[in-house]
């Protein structure tokens, strides 16, 4: 019996939901609670499906999307991020060979992977939907980054793939100032193929909806509401073409086109996975991550602060320099005013200061 026969053991899985129906895969985030953000278990489940669904020759296409109307998928947990990682970064670095193997299942899919948006699409997720071949984006859905607001950098496709969709200056508008990209924009960006309306009221569909009309369809208010049908019907449309194609040609047109992607990936991934987990022991996803689980402003003033006046800026509380005069432990953050150990006051020791360049000369 062949390993790879289609009707073996299908696995089980808690955090994403896979089928198969007329030959098209469909895997989902299954977390509309935590507007479908990925937990770690949620990574391997989807990688799992990815093989499941590559395993499969009665399988034609994949589609990826995410439960409900509000995400289609908003990155990586942050709030798991906070209790798991920033205390131990050496295990976000395993975590970000997970990460890897999830966004390297999608790539090297021997199937088209057609990305379903069908809400939010932000951080890790938009760089899902950058690793897919195809996007379908409803109408009341936003793509976007936040890594540089949340004390993180998107360097697990975003930095690698959106100069090559979007051009260098678009791609550093969306890296740097996070802005969110709605519908119709994604659409004249080239960060989409196709737009379907999904907003609707007792006139019907809307084309552009405003951020108050979705509000109210999110709700269900003033006889709004969020329908899906013109989104399904232009991915099985998208579904339905590709299953008219050769699926060896198919495989090998992907692996071919996929050549600046891969080249950009591999040249930076591993750079990434490194630099990202020491990262994790630092002063600003520390207090970006904990902003958000905390539900309040991130302090970055505070940060800024730290750097113009030469605090440590890399560290929590400040660089590891100071002395207890009463117990001698060392290597104590400089901004403790007693001592973690044994609760002595601490020597008050005026933050060292860089001299003015006139001051040097």
């Given at each position: 019996?062949?390993?790879?026969?289609?009707?073996r053991?299908?696995?089980?899985?808690?955090?994403v939901?896979?089928?198969?129906?007329?030959?098209?895969?469909?895997?989902?985030?299954?977390?509309?609670?935590?507007?479908?953000?990925?937990?770690?278990?949620?990574?391997?489940?989807?990688?799992?499906?990815?093989?499941?669904?590559?395993?499969?020759?009665?399988?034609?296409?994949?589609v990826?999307?995410?439960?409900?109307t509000?995400a289609?998928?908003?990155?990586?947990?942050?709030r798991e991020?906070a209790?798991?990682?920033?205390?131990?970064?050496?295990?976000?670095?395993?975590?970000?060979g997970?990460?890897?193997a999830?966004?390297?299942?999608?790539?090297?899919?021997?199937?088209?992977?057609?990305?379903?948006?069908?809400?939010?699409?932000?951080?890790?997720?938009?760089?899902?939907?950058?690793?897919?071949d195809?996007?379908v984006?409803a109408g009341?859905?936003?793509?976007g980054?936040?890594?540089?607001?949340?004390g993180?950098?998107?360097?697990?496709?975003?930095?690698?793939?959106?100069?090559?969709?979007?051009?260098?200056?678009?791609?550093?508008?969306?890296?740097?100032?996070n802005?969110?990209?709605?519908a119709?924009?994604?659409?004249?960006?080239?960060?989409?193929?196709?737009?379907?309306?999904?907003?609707?009221?007792a006139?019907?569909?809307?084309d552009?909806?405003?951020?108050?009309?979705?509000?109210?369809?999110?709700?269900?208010?003033?006889g709004?509401?969020i329908?899906?049908?013109?989104?399904?019907?232009a991915v099985?449309?998208?579904?339905?073409r590709?299953?008219?194609?050769f699926?060896?040609?198919?495989?090998?047109?992907?692996?071919?086109?996929?050549?600046?992607?891969?080249l950009?990936?591999?040249?930076?991934?591993?750079?990434?996975?490194?630099?990202?987990?020491?990262?994790?022991?630092?002063?600003?996803?520390?207090?970006?991550?904990?902003?958000?689980?905390?539900?309040?402003?991130?302090?970055f003033?505070?940060?800024?602060?730290?750097?113009?006046?030469?605090?440590?800026?890399?560290?929590?509380?400040g660089?590891?320099?100071?002395?207890?005069?009463?117990?001698?432990?060392?290597?104590?953050?400089?901004?403790?005013?007693?001592?973690?150990?044994?609760?002595?006051?601490?020597?008050?020791?005026?933050?060292?200061?860089?001299?003015?360049?006139?001051?040097?000369?």
């Amino acid at each position: 019996m062949s390993h790879f026969r289609n009707d073996r053991p299908a696995p089980r899985f808690d955090q994403v939901r896979y089928g198969v129906d007329r030959g098209v895969a469909t895997i989902m985030f299954d977390r509309p609670a935590s507007f479908n953000a990925y937990s770690t278990r949620t990574l391997e489940e989807a990688a799992l499906a990815f093989r499941e669904a590559s395993w499969d020759d009665a399988v034609h296409a994949v589609v990826l999307t995410g439960a409900g109307t509000r995400a289609f998928c908003t990155g990586g947990d942050v709030r798991e991020y906070a209790a798991e990682y920033l205390s131990r970064p050496r295990d976000y670095w395993k975590y970000m060979g997970l990460f890897r193997a999830y966004i390297e299942s999608i790539l090297h899919c021997p199937k088209p992977v057609i990305a379903r948006i069908n809400g939010i699409c932000v951080g890790g997720g938009n760089e899902t939907q950058l690793a897919c071949d195809l996007t379908v984006m409803a109408g009341h859905a936003y793509l976007g980054q936040v890594g540089t607001g949340v004390g993180s950098v998107p360097c697990g496709g975003a930095t690698q793939w959106l100069p090559l969709v979007v051009g260098d200056k678009r791609a550093r508008q969306m890296l740097y100032l996070n802005d969110r990209i709605p519908a119709r924009q994604a659409l004249e960006w080239g960060l989409v193929n196709a737009v379907a309306p999904s907003v609707r009221n007792a006139g019907g569909f809307v084309d552009d909806p405003t951020p108050e009309q979705v509000e109210k369809a999110q709700k269900a208010a003033d006889g709004w509401s969020i329908d899906l049908a013109r989104l399904d019907q232009a991915v099985l449309d998208l579904t339905d073409r590709l299953r008219d194609k050769f699926p060896e040609c198919l495989r090998y047109t992907k692996a071919q086109a996929n050549f600046w992607k891969e080249l950009a990936w591999h040249q930076t991934v591993g750079h990434a996975q490194e630099w990202l987990a020491l990262h994790y022991v630092c002063r600003e996803p520390h207090e970006g991550m904990n902003a958000f689980v905390g539900k309040r402003p991130v302090d970055f003033a505070g940060v800024r602060r730290a750097w113009a006046e030469d605090r440590g800026p890399e560290f929590v509380w400040g660089a590891p320099t100071g002395k207890c005069p009463a117990c001698g432990s060392a290597g104590l953050p400089a901004e403790f005013t007693h001592c973690g150990r044994c609760g002595a006051a601490m020597a008050a020791e005026s933050a060292p200061t860089r001299a003015r360049p006139e001051e040097a000369r």
